[in-house]
């Protein structure tokens, strides 16, 4: 059964990457500066997470040592992230075929695998911490974008240039609500159900009969 999961993990992820490498669906992903920054993007590093649980049983020991708390691993998938976030970037892999190349492989092995061999090993409140600065950073490229008086990259026009800025910042509020009601509104109903046990299942206390 491992084998199946680990064969058809390796299948899909393969899939997904030579798809958004070949024509068409390369083609239109790029040819859209929104589809390029927030489809293919994060597709790509969507591939490095599928093949985390493939290589965390052969993963060194000393990579796993190193790796305290996830810290450095996630801050490697930061950095690689913001990196081909940056305009100058977008520019310089659509009109260089290596740098597009370098491009398709880094995102995956410094940015993906990272995060799903790190993202574990960081605690609560780090993932919390790392997760509200992500979201800070969609909102401040976004507003690069959409506030730009020109245009950014010369491979993009600027309508969607503005697109793009408008499409980080309207996802960066849909994490934000729904981080939101996840922790302050999900929290309650949580309690609620808690509070339907019966009283002889809490604490090993014993039902008080009348």
Request: with cysteine; proline share 7%.
């Amino acid at each position: 059964m491992k084998k199946i999961t680990r064969d058809a993990r390796l299948l899909v992820a393969g899939g997904v990457w030579a798809c958004l490498w070949l024509w068409p669906l390369r083609g239109v992903l790029e040819s859209d500066m929104a589809l390029h920054m927030t489809v293919q993007l994060p597709l790509l590093i969507g591939v490095g997470v599928m093949l985390a649980p493939l290589l965390r049983p052969h993963e060194p020991h000393w990579i796993a040592d190193a790796d305290w708390f996830g810290i450095p691993g996630l801050l490697l998938a930061f950095f690689a992230t913001s990196f081909w976030m940056l305009p100058r970037m977008l520019d310089l892999a659509l009109g260089d075929a290596w740098i597009d190349l370098a491009k398709f492989v880094s995102l995956p092995l410094l940015a993906g695998l990272p995060l799903g061999l790190s993202w574990s090993r960081m605690p609560a409140l780090g993932r919390a911490f790392l997760w509200a600065n992500f979201i800070s950073m969609l909102c401040a490229i976004g507003g690069l974008y959409l506030g730009a008086p020109t245009r950014l990259c010369a491979y993009y026009r600027f309508d969607q240039q503005a697109t793009a800025g408008t499409v980080l910042i309207a996802i960066a509020i849909a994490f934000g609500v729904s981080s939101f009601i996840a922790v302050f509104i999900g929290a309650p109903s949580l309690r609620a159900k808690q509070s339907t046990i019966p009283a002889h299942h809490v604490h090993g206390a014993t039902r008080i009969r009348p």
